[in-house]
């Protein structure tokens, strides 16, 4: 089981950005997938999870009705659009699976990625 993330970069206050998260391994059909942040002196925080099915999806307060994860079946990718980005928003985002179920409990998913990066220009 294997996740790898891609989009990070750099965007200005107010603008968009859609981060990638390449599942392999048979883990995109058979857990749950999460996308958690940290920035530098701060602990990882949840952002957004969906479910094995994509049936389930869970945000974080501080990302609701900004950010949208969603399950393309095709390539075996789960996306985050991040939209109306906040200088708050900058962190590295990690793409984490390997949980029964959408929790927002990072101890729950046994495989992460290296992380992307997302920068905010205010």
């Known amino acids: 089981v294997r996740v790898v993330e891609s989009g990070g970069g750099l965007t200005q206050a107010g603008g968009s950005l859609r981060l990638s998260c390449k599942a392999s391994?048979?883990?995109?059909?058979?857990?749950?997938l999460g996308w958690f942040r940290q920035s530098p002196g701060k602990e990882r925080e949840f952002v957004a999870a969906?479910?094995?099915?994509?049936?389930?999806?869970n945000y974080a307060d501080s990302v609701k009705g900004r950010f949208h994860i969603a399950k393309n079946a095709a390539n075996s990718t789960v996306s985050l659009q991040m939209n109306n980005l906040e200088p708050g928003d900058a962190a590295t985002y990690y793409c984490?699976?390997?949980?029964?179920?959408?929790?927002?409990?990072?101890?729950?998913?046994?495989?992460w990625g290296q992380g992307t990066r997302v920068t905010i220009s205010s």
């Open positions: 984490a699976t390997g949980a029964s179920y959408a929790t927002n409990n990072w101890k729950a998913y046994p495989t």
């Open positions: 391994g048979g883990a995109f059909s058979r857990y749950a």
């Open positions: 969906i479910s094995w099915n994509g049936g389930v999806t």
